[in-house]
């Protein structure tokens, strides 16, 4: 049902916010009269309305966007910027969006590998006075590479994904140098 109810409401902004001023000669006409009701409903709406309205909690961004466009409402200017805010905060989070641009579930597994790829280098660093954290940061770097490589599938132009992988591999050349330079050490002190 809010799903439904979104998609009215987006319809209804985008489709009235779309029409030039010069279209709407008359202030009598059913189209201004309902673009008016609906800047009128929306300058009134508060924060958690509009929350479950849409069934998300909003970003601090889109809550500051809101009270902009709330305050350009009342004084009667918010016609374009309101389209813009209404698209944004109903196709967010959107299942049809999801399903057919696959932008967030492709932003969050770039995003997921860029993670074990910071982890993956924070444990190396760490390894260096706790000695067995190196295993962890071994263990990270791999899912930072693999990870990183199915969302480059999924998406080319994910640069979380490329970073992540450039961390791995990065993290995993400091590991192969350091296992050199340990080796190199106890051999030179007879342990080898």
């Known amino acids: ?9 987006a319809f209804t902004c985008l489709l009235f916010f779309t029409f030039p001023a010069h279209t709407a000669t008359t202030p009598s006409s059913p189209v201004k009269m309902h673009v008016q009701a609906v800047l009128t409903k929306l300058a009134s709406m508060k924060v958690k309305e509009l929350q479950q309205l849409t069934g998300r909690k909003l970003t601090l961004k889109e809550k500051l966007g809101f009270s902009i466009l709330k305050h350009q409402v009342k004084k009667g200017n918010g016609g374009r910027m309101a389209e813009l805010f209404v698209k944004r905060i109903l196709t967010k989070n959107d299942p ?15 995003q997921t590998a860029l993670v074990f790829g910071i982890i993956g280098l924070v444990l ?4 260096l006075f706790i000695p067995y954290v190196i295993i962890g940061s071994l263990v990270a770097s791999i899912l930072a590479i693999v990870l990183g490589s199915v969302a480059k599938k999924e ?11 450039l961390l791995g591999w990065i993290t995993l050349g400091l590991i192969a140098l350091l296992i050199i ?3 190199v050490a106890l051999s030179a002190w007879g342990w080898g």
Request: net charge positive.
């Open 1 to 9: 049902m809010r799903t439904i109810l979104r998609y009215v409401i």
């Open 96 to 110: 049809v969006t999801k399903k057919h641009g696959k932008k967030a579930e492709e932003t969050s597994k770039g």
């Open 124 to 127: 190396l660093i760490a390894g």
């Open 155 to 165: 998406n080319p132009s994910d640069t979380k994904a490329s970073t992540a992988k």
């Open 181 to 183: 330079a340990v080796a």
